[in-house]
């Protein structure tokens, strides 16, 4: 474990944190005028290896090949100027800081971190953080790369194996409810939607997806899937054969099947590693879902069609009734697919630069 102190008087920030992989919808912007949840479980802490935060750049700033040297393949509205490395944590999980008021940049309801660094160190007032809390937004502390030092304060244990995961990973629902804006009248300040997560993991597996495509139909397995998937692929890419057809792979699996062309797999919770199939080198292209999303796609939870009658049987538990279906169909996070489909070399093709072009008309479409 680790904490992080402040580079410069070494006074400590942070509560003893365990690093894990830096969630898909870390930079997600969710509607409008919503109270998203906490992105960090606490205890733990990720970093974000691409720069991040104030200030910056639009694409028409940005000299020629910096864009491919930094990994972005096709023109943004902008580029971060900031450092490389940020590191995520839960606001609860901050030690020693305090606001700066004069960095209080942001929308409506909270903090965005639009004026750089709004925390700074108690003991020594170098500025040290943002706090991120504004609507539609999720709520974090991202630590400054250059103002904190990490310090170890345990021994470092080993990363648990796939089968480890596999026993005691949770699987991410695909609905949940959606809290509204803050002068929501009581009673009527929520709703169940499709889950946040899953759009915005949607939204990268998408990308990945419709670059392994190769331009060709592709199609996935049925079901929940089929319903996150299926309808923007037979939109996006161009319908006859031959398709290339995709399947769920991963621990606890079965081996996928020869014709697989495309394989749907986890990505490791604490490493942020994507899983391979053992033996040779897989031919297969592998689309990253993260592990919440993938275990429920992969194992998922069956709702009893009647309720059952005497004791529930021990260590088991059930939502009685069922969770709402969402009344509408399912959209991939639309910002999320962007930063992912800019930053794979396939976007240089002509086709998919033509997709990437289009997210607003499609978004206007109710694809995304």
């Known amino acids: 474990m680790f904490v992080f102190a402040c580079a410069g008087c070494g006074a400590e920030l942070t509560a003893p944190l365990s690093e894990v992989a830096l969630p898909v919808h870390a930079h997600q912007k969710y509607g409008n ?10 205890g733990t802490f990720a970093v974000d290896p691409e720069p991040w935060g104030p200030p910056w750049r639009t694409w028409e700033e940005i000299p020629p090949g910096e864009a491919t040297a930094r990994g972005v393949h096709a023109p943004v509205h ?8 940020a590191i995520v944590i839960a606001p609860g999980d901050a030690r020693g800081t305090l606001l700066i008021p004069e960095n209080r940049g942001g929308y409506c309801c909270g903090l965005d971190g639009a004026d750089g660094p709004n925390m700074a160190c108690e ?19 991202w630590l400054a790369p250059d103002a904190v030092r990490r310090l170890p304060v345990d021994g470092a244990a080993a ?3 796939w089968p480890e995961v596999l026993a ?13 804006r803050w002068e929501s009248p009581p009673g009527r300040n929520h709703w169940w939607s499709w889950s946040p997560r899953w759009e915005a993991a949607a939204g990268q597996a998408l990308a ?3 670059a392994a495509s190769e331009g060709r139909p592709v199609t996935v397995p049925d079901g929940l899937t089929g319903d996150v998937f299926q309808r923007a692929l037979d939109a996006l890419l161009p319908a006859g054969p031959p398709e290339r057809r995709s399947a769920l792979a991963g621990p606890g699996r079965p081996a996928p099947e020869a014709d697989a062309d495309i394989l749907l797999v ?10 391979t199939p053992p033996g040779p080198a897989p031919s297969a292209p592998l689309v990253p879902l993260p592990f919440g999303v993938w275990l429920w796609l992969a194992f998922p939870e069956p709702h009893l069609p009647l309720p059952a009658s005497g004791c529930m049987p021990d260590g088991v538990l059930r939502d009685d009734p069922p969770a709402p279906r969402p009344s509408s169909l399912f959209r991939a996070d639309p910002g999320t697919f962007q930063r992912t489909l800019v930053r794979l070399p396939a976007v240089r093709s002509p086709w998919l630069r033509e997709i990437l072009h289009d997210v607003a008309e499609r978004r206007r479409g109710g694809l995304f």
Not at 78 to 85: C, F, P
Not at 171 to 178: F, K, N, Y
């Open 159 to 161: 990363p648990l194996s």
């Open 123 to 141: 003991a020594c007032g170098l500025p040290v953080a943002s706090r991120i809390d504004d609507c539609s937004l999720w709520q974090a502390v």
């Open 266 to 275: 986890p990505v490791h919770p604490q490493t942020g590693e994507t899983w």
């Open 33 to 42: 005028g919503i109270q998203l949840p906490v992105l960090m479980e606490p």
């Open 78 to 85: 902008a580029l971060s100027g900031g450092a490389a490395g």
């Open 208 to 210: 990945h997806l419709l």
């Open 168 to 180: 005691e990973g949770k699987a991410t629902p695909p609905v949940e409810p959606i809290t509204a």
